[in-house]
């Protein structure tokens, strides 16, 4: 997952897709690992591409997904979902910045799942 982070990191400083604005990602993990986590993972993804504080969060949970919606000050904001499926980790996302999009799919092996 770092390493995804890094590679996203260098596409924005690139200039490639302009300011990001939106991402929308949905994070699927298998059921022996914690949701609490996984959502603290894609959060700190989501904080560390878009580069104004979050100012609000809104989350929504059942018994196998939960959902946060992130607001932050200069008026991005990012869609979070993640839920918890008999099958190896996997994410999907979309990154869209002001000139450009990043859209990402892969399967996560398991001792990949944090982000530092």
Known sequence: MEQLRQS????????RIGAPVFL???????????LEDAVATVTNLADSWITSQIEYTHTQRD???ITTLLRFT???????CVNQLDQESMID????G???????QARIPLEDTDVK
């Open 74 to 80: 200069d008026g991005e904001s990012a869609l979070l």
């Open 93 to 96: 996302f979309h990154l869209i």
């Open 98 to 104: 002001s000139r450009g999009t990043i859209y990402h």
């Open 24 to 34: 929308r990602c949905f994070y699927q993990i298998s059921k022996s690992n914690p």
């Open 63 to 65: 018994d196998c997904q």
């Open 8 to 15: 996203v990191s260098t596409e924005i400083q690139s200039g």
